[in-house]
Nanobody
Framework: QVQLVESGGGLVQAGGSLRLSCAAS????????MGWFRQAPGKEREFVAL????????YYAESVKGRFTICRDNAKNTVYLQMNSLKPEDTAVYYC??????????????????WGQGTQVTVSS
């Protein structure tokens, strides 16, 4: 059974940093795209960052570009999201997700097969 477990969320002041981790188990994801999404109260789940199965291509939402960095450690079956210069509008539940390797990247939540339970990130002003 596939499991994704996020950790690293918490409460931080604006301008601070957090590092989220997502550990995968149940299978190897070295040939899968791994992404981060977030959902704020009353809003739809939105794309944050993606690292492709090629390990080279990375994509970011415009709202986090230059502040967030996604990376992966396939030996540990783990994907990370380093979040710097956090803003109150970054407050949300953050989810990691996995999608089988494809020729085309996707930023749509409904195209991802496996999801973690989410970790809360709260940024105070």
């Amino acid at each position: 059974q596939v499991q994704l477990v996020e950790s690293g969320g918490g409460l931080v002041q604006a301008g601070g940093s957090l590092r989220l981790s997502c550990a995968a188990s149940g299978r190897t994801f070295s040939s899968s795209d791994m992404g981060w999404f977030r959902q704020a109260p009353g809003k739809e789940r939105e794309f944050v960052a993606l690292i492709r199965w090629t390990y080279i291509n990375r994509y970011y939402a415009e709202s986090v570009k230059g502040r967030f960095t996604i990376c992966r450690d396939n030996a540990k079956n783990t994907v990370y999201l380093q979040m710097n210069s956090l803003k109150p509008e970054d407050t949300a539940v953050y989810y990691c997700a996995v999608r089988p390797a494809s020729n085309i990247e996707s930023f749509r939540p409904n195209e991802y097969d496996y999801w973690g339970q989410g970790t809360q990130v709260t940024v105070s002003s």
